[in-house]
């Protein structure tokens, strides 16, 4: 059966928050507070991914505001 990392993103203008949870076991596998730049999120995942030694789906969500 494969893993599945669950990521959330809080967007802001000038930077994100990302956590990212074992989808199994509820485990948080890294936080982050970086700018906003898609090279900076694409950095977290393949790091948290790296914590797995077998295949894991990735599924990430981001908090969308009024706008």
């Known amino acids: 059966m494969s893993s599945i990392i669950f990521i959330g993103m809080d967007v ?3 930077s994100f928050n990302l956590c990212a949870l074992d989808g199994h076991t509820g ?3 890294g936080e ?3 700018s ?3 090279k900076n ?3 977290f ?3 948290v991914q ?3 030694e ?3 789906f990735v599924k990430v969500g981001y908090e969308a505001g009024c706008l």
């Open 12 to 14: 802001h203008k000038n």
């Open 27 to 29: 485990e948080i596998l």
């Open 32 to 34: 982050t507070q970086c």
């Open 36 to 38: 906003s730049d898609a």
């Open 41 to 43: 999120v694409l950095k």
């Open 45 to 47: 995942v393949n790091r």
């Open 50 to 52: 790296e914590q797995f």
């Open 54 to 56: 077998e295949e894991a």
